[in-house]
């Protein structure tokens, strides 16, 4: 069974700063892998996902993640923090289940401040 | 747009009382799935359905189920509601493969 870390539940930037959300897979495959974020008392929001096509992902509202095979790392990261950035950041790998679909395995999620 | 919606964003229950969760997707997604979120564990998938009337365990499917009679709409049912099942209760579509699309949520507090 897959499983994703997070390293830190909370992780706190300033305004500006350069954001760093850290993931570690378990497949021995190469995987299917997504970052969601939550803002409160929202649902989830992709991202950004990889699927084995170019190793540095772009998403949107100017986030990247790279797939590093070697380090079985997807870690996220943003140039510049903006308050608008505050939010809990899941990492999740895919998984297949059985030939019907797949499921997601999510890690425990980081819980991003950016304090101006 | 892809649209995901849960039939309500907060419910408060008693114990033992029976609770329907209804989701709803509009892209014509195969797969639906119910998951579990819960502080410092992330998500955890109770069931998931891979097309109408067909269903599957998830990793934590005890004292739940499921019903998926029509391809938009996905039910989970706590057949009698526990303390424990306390929690934010996500669903998602998804074709195989895919992206999955979550809905709001539903905070569900069973007292």
């Known amino acids: 069974a897959q499983s994703v870390t997070q390293l830190g539940s909370h992780v706190s930037v300033s305004e500006g700063a350069l954001v760093l959300l850290r993931c570690n897979y378990s497949?021995?495959?190469?995987?299917?892998l997504f970052w969601y974020v939550q803002y409160p008392n929202q649902g989830l929001q992709l991202l950004l996902k990889?699927?084995?096509?170019?190793?540095l992902v772009k998403g949107i509202n100017g986030f990247e993640a790279e797939f590093k095979k070697s380090e079985t790392s997807f870690h996220l990261t943003k140039p510049s923090a903006h308050m608008s950035d505050a939010a809990e950041y899941f990492c999740?790998?895919?998984?297949?289940?059985?030939?019907?679909?797949?499921?997601?395995?999510f890690g425990a999620g980081t819980i991003l401040r950016v304090k101006s | 747009d892809v649209k995901v919606t849960q039939s309500s964003r907060y419910l408060v229950k008693r114990t033992g009382e029976k609770v329907f969760l209804e989701c709803v997707q509009d892209?014509?997604?195969?797969?639906m799935f119910w998951y579990r979120q819960d502080p410092g564990l992330g998500l955890r998938l109770i069931y998931f359905?891979?097309?109408?009337?067909?269903?599957e365990k998830g990793d934590i499917p005890e004292g739940y189920s499921v019903s998926r009679e029509k391809k938009e709409r996905f039910s989970l049912i706590l057949e009698s509601a526990s303390t424990n099942q306390t929690s934010m209760y996500l669903c998602?579509?998804?074709?195989?493969?895919?992206?999955?699309?979550f809905g709001p949520g539903t905070r569900l507090l069973v007292l």
């Open positions: 998602a579509s998804g074709q195989v493969q895919e992206t999955q699309y």
């Open positions: 497949s021995s495959v190469p995987p299917y």
């Open positions: 990889y699927t084995s096509a170019a190793t």
């Open positions: 999740a790998v895919s998984e297949q289940l059985m030939e019907y679909g797949n499921k997601l395995v």
């Open positions: 892209m014509d997604h195969e797969n």
């Open positions: 359905s891979y097309d109408v009337k067909m269903k």
